[in-house]
Structure formats: C-alpha cells, structure tokens
C-alpha cells in the first residue's frame, strides 16, 4: 500500500542550526514526492517537489528511491521557519491524487 | 481572487444532524478535491472533481457523505446523520489539471459533533 512515514511528530533546534525533517515512502510505481508546509494561521501549501529540484526558502530536498527517502533539508535554520511540514506522495492514475504524512512540527527557537 | 474559500468555518452540530460545507475553489481551477484532516494526521483524500464530474471517491467516505459540484464552480459536501467520528478539518482544495501536484488549499472547515 502507498504510505507516507514522517517520524518526528516535533523537531526543536536553535537558530542557525541545521534542519532535517525525515519522510518514508512506500509506492511500487515510479513516486513523485512533495514537501508541503503550513505555517502558524496560515493554509497550507506546496513547498517543494522532487522532480524541480529547486531550492525554495534555503530548502532542499533529494529523492533516494534506494532508502525510500525525501528528507527536508536547511543547513541554517531560521525562526520564520517554524510551522507544520508535511511529506507528500502523489497516487497515480486520472487522480493524482494526495497522500499525506502526519506532519512534522518544527520549532526554531532564538 | 483571494484563493479557495469554504463556509463556514466552524459547525458544531449535534449527532444525527445533517451538515453542508461549501467549497469555492480559484476560479480557473478545474479539480477540486476534499480531504478531511484528524488531529495529528496529515489531510487523507475523500474525492475529487474534475469540472462536474466526480471521478473518485475514497473508502473514508461512506455512504452518508455525498458531494456535488454542479456546474464545475464552487463543490458542497453533505454528511447526513452525523456521528461523533466525523469531527474532523474538512479541508478543500483546488488546482489545474496539468499541474495537479500543486494544491491550493482553504482555511478548512472545522466540524465538531457533540
């Protein structure tokens, strides 16, 4: 069955620090990963997806399809980057639709 | 367009009453999805829309839940004799069809059942 596994439900660091916030995957196909973030009040949104590769807001993230693996990665984290993270995984098929993570809570404390 | 909006934004309702919440995705959006959001899980699909058409529906969503999207603008979705499960986000989402990985969410609805 298609999952998504986020193990940390909180990661605290100080400012400055390095962040990475942990995604599993299990899929048979060919995945396609996403980072999306919800900030404090706000809706959420997509963050980054594997397939562009990008750095957005100092984040990246490599898709390891041998570990199964889509970490979110900072090397310095800043306070505005607290919020909700959740990994993403799209379903294929006339869908693509959605499966979510259960979220990781990231605190960056001063 | 100021995003996706949903009404309303909190219902409380006592179990075995029926419920409507309103979806009106961006405009030129045509998929619209729900997914329904428990506390400290992430969004789990319900359905989807493709224009008019209802092309999926999840296992989650059983038989007293039932969504429209008339005339491919704006999407309701029912829950018919509630049950204290149901308290959940109700959550709506929209996006284009050729970049359908890029969900713009609403502020959710949220359901209490008593």
């Known amino acids: 069955a298609q999952r998504v596994t986020q193990p940390e439900k909180l990661l605290s660091v100080f400012k400055g620090a390095p962040v990475e916030l942990k995604c599993n995957y299990s899929y048979s196909g060919s995945p396609e990963l996403f980072w999306y973030v919800q900030y404090s009040r706000q809706r959420l949104q997509l963050l980054l997806r594997h397939i562009s590769r990008e750095s957005i807001k100092g984040f990246t993230a490599d898709l390891n399809k041998g570990e199964t693996s889509f970490h979110l990665k900072k090397p310095f984290a800043q306070e505005e980057d607290s919020a909700m993270y959740y990994c993403a995984l799209r379903y294929g098929g006339a869908t693509n639709k959605l499966i979510f993570g259960t979220g990781t809570l990231l605190a960056v404390q001063p | 367009d100021t995003g996706v909006s949903q009404d309303p934004r909190h219902k409380i309702t006592k179990r075995g009453q029926n419920v409507t919440f309103r979806c009106d995705p961006i405009s030129e959006h045509n998929r619209l999805y729900w997914y329904r959001q428990t506390l400290g899980q992430g969004p789990e699909f319900l359905t989807y829309f493709q224009n008019e058409a209802q092309l999926e529906k999840s296992r989650l969503l059983s038989d007293r839940f039932s969504a429209e999207r008339p005339k491919g603008s704006f999407s309701t979705l029912e829950i018919q004799r509630t049950e204290q499960g149901d308290s959940a986000m109700y959550l709506c989402?929209?996006?284009?069809?050729?970049?359908?990985?890029?969900?713009?969410f609403g502020p959710g609805t949220r359901l209490t059942v008593t």
């Open positions: 989402a929209s996006s284009l069809a050729y970049r359908s990985y890029e969900q713009y």
